[in-house]
């Protein structure tokens, strides 16, 4: 008889932590707001001068979508107008895991590291210390850009002697008169010409 008044407990706590369990609700996750909605909300506080507000709705946006890569491409076009080059670098790379063929991430990429190492090289420049193996890969990669660029000149500095055209080569060739280099510049590429 004692076992069955045990029993007959058991059971009776067993039905109500059941049916208490079964009373807990999982909580519904709202659907996020549409993309397009987030965007929209994101460009009118840019558009309004409310650039950290901006940011966060590009990252609310970034982070309810994440395989899209608008917010991102958002968050670097800001960045660079801004100029916070190394910011826009690492939202255009983020474009670029989503869409490795987007031009304008490359852009920003591109530009932004150019600009941030002409920082540096000037500040290396004015500091006197653009020498030894840093010297030759910084005259290499002048070389490179100028190249692609299809230049003679990386940087070209106001001045009264105009150089003449130069020869063209093919449809990257440019015409036209470029002001030549100041040797008594403060250029930070003026000892990789």
Same mark, same amino acid.
């Given at each position: 008889?004692? @076992? %069955?008044?045990?029993?007959?407990?058991?059971?009776? /706590?067993?039905? !109500? &932590?059941?049916?208490?369990?079964? !009373?807990?609700?999982?909580?519904?996750?709202?659907?996020?707001?549409?993309?397009?909605?987030?965007? &929209?909300?994101?460009?009118?506080?840019?558009?309004?001068?409310?650039?950290?507000?901006?940011? @966060?709705?590009?990252?609310?946006? =970034?982070?309810?979508?994440?395989? $899209?890569?608008?917010?991102?491409? #958002?968050?670097?076009?800001?960045?660079?107008?801004?100029?916070?080059?190394?910011?826009?670098?690492? $939202?255009?790379?983020?474009?670029?895991?989503? $869409?490795?063929?987007?031009? +304008? =991430?490359?852009?920003?990429?591109?530009?932004?590291?150019?600009?941030? %190492?002409?920082?540096?090289?000037?500040?290396?420049? #004015?500091?006197?210390?653009?020498?030894?193996?840093?010297? +030759?890969? %910084?005259?290499?990669?002048?070389?490179?850009?100028?190249?692609?660029?299809?230049?003679? /000149?990386? +940087?070209?500095?106001?001045? %009264?002697? /105009?150089?003449?055209?130069?020869?063209?080569?093919?449809?990257?060739? #440019?015409?036209?008169?470029?002001?030549?280099? $100041?040797?008594?510049?403060?250029?930070?590429?003026?000892?990789?010409?």
């Amino acid at each position: 008889m004692n @076992t %069955s008044i045990h029993f007959r407990q058991l059971m009776g /706590v067993l039905v !109500c &932590s059941l049916a208490l369990g079964a !009373c807990t609700t999982t909580p519904v996750k709202p659907a996020p707001t549409p993309m397009g909605e987030m965007l &929209s909300k994101a460009g009118a506080a840019a558009g309004s001068g409310q650039k950290e507000a901006a940011m @966060t709705l590009w990252r609310e946006a =970034a982070a309810a979508y994440p395989a $899209d890569k608008e917010p991102w491409l #958002r968050m670097a076009q800001s960045k660079y107008e801004g100029g916070q080059y190394g910011e826009a670098i690492i $939202d255009a790379q983020e474009v670029l895991v989503r $869409d490795p063929a987007d031009k +304008v =991430a490359n852009s920003i990429v591109a530009i932004s590291g150019l600009r941030l %190492s002409t920082r540096a090289l000037a500040d290396l420049s #004015r500091q006197n210390n653009l020498s030894g193996p840093l010297r +030759v890969e %910084s005259q290499d990669l002048a070389k490179l850009l100028r190249e692609s660029l299809g230049e003679t /000149v990386l +940087v070209p500095v106001k001045s %009264s002697y /105009v150089a003449p055209a130069k020869v063209g080569r093919g449809k990257n060739a #440019r015409s036209g008169n470029r002001p030549a280099a $100041d040797n008594g510049s403060a250029n930070p590429f003026e000892g990789l010409k």
